[in-house]
T-cell receptor, first 111, second 113 residues
Framework: GNSVTQMEGPVTLSEEAFLTINCTYT??????LFWYVQYPGEGLQLLLK?????DKGSNKGFEATYRKETTSFHLEKGSVQVSDSAVYFCALNQAGTALIFGKGTTLSVSS | NAGVTQTPKFQVLKTGQSMTLQCAQDMNHEYMSWYRQDPGMGLRLIHYSVGAGITDQGEVPNGYNVSRSTTEDFPLRLLSAAPSQTSVYFC????????????FGDGTRLSIL
C-alpha cells in the first residue's frame, strides 16, 4: 500500500540556519505530494504541493521537488526563523482522495 | 469565508458516554474526512465521504460512525466512548480532482476518562 516516511524529529536549529526535512514515499502510479504545517494549538495548513515528477512546490521560502527516481519530496528552507517552529507533515494522495501522512517532524528554531 | 468549522473545540467524556463531533464546510467541497492525531502516530484516517449519501471507512474506523446527509456537514459519532479514543480529531475537506489540497478545521481535543 501507499506510505510516507519522514525523518524523525525533533529538529533543533538556530535562526538563519539551513533546513532539510527528508520525506520518501511508496506509491503506485503518480501521486500528488504535499507538505503541511501545524502551529501549536492549530489545525494543519497547506505549505506547498507538487502534482507531477520534477515539479517544485514553493511557499514562504520553503521548497520541495518531486523526485520520482528517488521517490522523495524533501522540504528545504535556506534561512529559518523562530516563527517557523512547528510540526511539518509530508503527505500524498492519489485520485484526489484520502491523504496519507508521515508521522510529522517537529522543528524548533531558537534565536 | 469560514472554511472548515469544527465544534466543540474541547470535550471531556466519561467512558461509555456518546457524543457527536460536528464538522461543516462552506466551500462546496465534495470530499470530506475525519482524522485522529495521536503523539508519534501522525494523522490516521477514520472515515471519509466523496459526496452526500456516500461514506466509507478509513484506517481506524472502529468505534466511530459517520453520515453525510448534506454536502456541507459531516458529523462524527462516538457511540460508546473508550479511553483509547482520547485524541485530537481533525475534519478536512477538498475538491476531488488530482492534486487538490485538503482544508483542515482547527480540531477537537477529546478526553475520555
Amino acid at each position: 500500500g501507499n506510505s510516507v516516511t519522514q525523518m524523525e524529529g525533533p529538529v533543533t536549529l538556530s535562526e538563519e540556519a539551513f533546513l532539510t526535512i527528508n520525506c520518501t514515499y511508496t506509491a503506485t502510479g503518480y501521486p500528488s505530494l504535499f507538505w503541511y504545517v501545524q502551529y501549536p494549538g492549530e489545525g494543519l495548513q497547506l505549505l506547498l504541493k507538487a502534482t507531477k515528477a520534477d515539479d517544485k512546490g514553493s511557499n514562504k521560502g520553503f521548497e520541495a521537488t518531486y523526485r520520482k527516481e528517488t521517490t522523495s519530496f524533501h522540504l528545504e528552507k535556506g534561512s529559518v526563523q523562530v516563527s517557523d517552529s512547528a510540526v511539518y507533515f509530508c503527505a500524498l494522495n492519489q485520485a484526489g482522495t484520502a491523504l496519507i501522512f508521515g508521522k510529522g517532524t517537529t522543528l524548533s528554531v531558537s534565536s | 469565508n469560514a472554511g472548515v468549522t469544527q465544534t466543540p473545540k474541547f470535550q471531556v467524556l466519561k467512558t461509555g458516554q456518546s457524543m457527536t463531533l460536528q464538522c461543516a464546510q462552506d466551500m462546496n467541497h465534495e470530499y470530506m474526512s475525519w482524522y485522529r492525531q495521536d503523539p508519534g502516530m501522525g494523522l490516521r484516517l477514520i472515515h471519509y465521504s466523496v459526496g452526500a449519501g456516500i461514506t466509507d471507512q478509513g484506517e481506524v474506523p472502529n468505534g466511530y460512525n459517520v453520515s453525510r446527509s448534506t454536502t456541507e456537514d459531516f458529523p462524527l459519532r462516538l457511540l460508546s466512548a473508550a479511553p483509547s479514543q482520547t485524541s485530537v480529531y481533525f475534519c478536512a475537506s477538498s475538491f476531488t480532482g488530482q492534486g487538490q489540497p485538503q482544508h483542515f478545521g482547527d480540531g477537537t481535543r477529546l478526553s475520555i476518562l
